[in-house]
């Protein structure tokens, strides 16, 4: 069986010091697997934000062990982790953060490009992804003239690029329309399917989260399984 592409193993994450300390994560675990897309579902300020910083590398734990497609990063030093989270990690934000002088195309490839993708391959990849998240016939557009919902496609298609093992998302529908959001949601869906990625998303939108294969909230430090 092949190895899950995320683990949270005992992970804790406090903020402060003292009296002021701030305890967010105890001894929290999660598995996500390969073309498993997980849902987080929790109160403002319970800690989704910092989940999914730690299980994209860009935070460390205090303790407990993160493990990326099985390889353990708590002894990585940083430029390990910046490599591994390179090649491993695709993250979606709530606001695209799209580079608004470049066309769609272009914005999905440059990261491809920068990884060292010839720029025929990289384009050919880009097509692919806008074609499957429905914004094929908007390649060659700029930001400002998609829609909101477009423009988060393309975002999802950036993150994509470089196959990513696991793609995380932080409120990805979160500006948009409900009608939007379901289709957003959806491509977002389709893809980790697509491309056999395991998948974290932190979403208020319960419609939506239980369209995942499993919801989990933040309860007490810990990550456990939740009914909606
Ligand atoms: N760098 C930091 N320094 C101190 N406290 C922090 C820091 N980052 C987060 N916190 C605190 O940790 C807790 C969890 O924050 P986090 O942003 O992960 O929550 P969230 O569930 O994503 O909230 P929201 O839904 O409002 O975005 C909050 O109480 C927050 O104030």
Do not use: C, W
């Not at 319970?46 to 493990?67: N, R, Y």
């Not at 491993?88 to 606001?95: E, S």
């Not at 799209?98 to 993708?117: C, W």
């Not at 930001?143 to 298609?157: K, M």
Request: hydrophobic fraction near 40%; proline fraction near 5%.
């Amino acid at each position: 069986m092949s190895k899950p592409h995320l683990v949270l193993r005992d992970v804790h994450r406090h903020y402060g010091q003292g009296d002021k300390v701030i305890r967010v994560l105890e001894a929290a675990n999660l598995t996500v697997q390969s073309g498993e897309l997980v849902a987080l579902v929790a109160p403002s300020g319970a800690g989704k934000s910092t989940l999914l910083h730690l299980s994209g590398l860009l935070e460390s734990p205090q303790g407990g062990e993160i493990e990326i497609i099985g390889i353990p990063t708590s002894k990585l030093g940083d430029r390990g982790r910046t490599q591994l989270r390179r090649s491993t990690v695709g993250y979606v934000y709530q606001f695209h953060h799209l580079l608004p002088e470049f066309t769609a195309l272009e914005n999905v490839s440059m990261p491809q490009l920068i990884a060292g993708v010839s720029p025929a391959d990289a384009d050919k990849r880009s097509m692919e992804l806008l074609d499957l998240l429905g914004v094929g016939p908007r390649a060659s557009h700029r930001p400002a003239e998609l829609s909101g919902g477009e423009q988060q496609r393309i975002a999802i298609a950036r993150a994509a690029a470089n196959h990513p093992k696991v793609i995380l998302a932080d409120e990805p529908t979160g500006n948009l329309d409900p009608e939007t959001s379901d289709i957003v949601f959806g491509a977002l869906a389709n893809l980790i399917k697509n491309e056999g990625a395991a998948a974290l998303i932190a979403t208020h939108n319960h419609d939506l989260a239980r369209r995942a294969d499993r919801v989990v909230t933040l309860k007490g430090g810990l990550v456990v399984d939740h009914i909606l």
